[in-house]
């Protein structure tokens, strides 16, 4: 069988394929690059289960194939969970991610220690070409740093210590972060539902 994963975040797409590869899924994985001639889908929802089942539907309706999606964000406590939903374009342009990390940083400039907790959220959706979906969420609890630390994984990961650490999420191996993420979390209870449905 083949799975599109309904997302055309490079990072999100290797962080998946390992995910749901170790989950056990014998299905073949083709990112939505394998599909260009589908318009991206306008994230009109204001929740992250919302967005998710919009890409994912968008994906299957258009190659009657199933598709998986991730939508994802870091909600800021003393933010009232903000950039949230918002977080690939905090700053103005979808995808900087270093300028969203840094005016995150400046807003919270004033902000002490004890009062910096943030979580990552992932809602992971599948939707088939029939209309059937299903979505869960994951988190991943920590507190933000006052400067970023870390070469891998992207987004938000270089600031957001996870509970437990001393490290931040970019200080993590892959291996690390995908056994505790939001998206690791999120698509590991998806896993099995889509082995189900897809028989
Ligand atoms: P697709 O919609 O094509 O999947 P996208 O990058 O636009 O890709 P989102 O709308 O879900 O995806 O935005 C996710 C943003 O949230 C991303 O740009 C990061 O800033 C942040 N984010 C999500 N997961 C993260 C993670 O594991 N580590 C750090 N930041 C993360
Ligand atoms: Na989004």
Redesign the pocket.
Known sequence: TRLILA???QH?VA?LRAILGDAGLDVELVG?DAYPEVPDVP?TGVTFAE?ALL?AHALARATGLPAV??????CVDVLNGAPGIF??RWAGK??D?RA?LELLLAQLSDIDAVHRGAH?S?AAALALPDGTERVVEGRLLGTLRTAPSGDG?????PI?QPLGETRT?AELTPAEKNAI???GQAFRALAPVVKDLLG
């Open positions: 997302t055309r975040n999100k962080e939505a994230e967005n890409k999606a991730d939508d994802s964000g870091l977080s690939a979808h995808g991610d969203n990552f992932c994984g992207f987004g938000y990961d957001l999420c993420s939001h998206r």
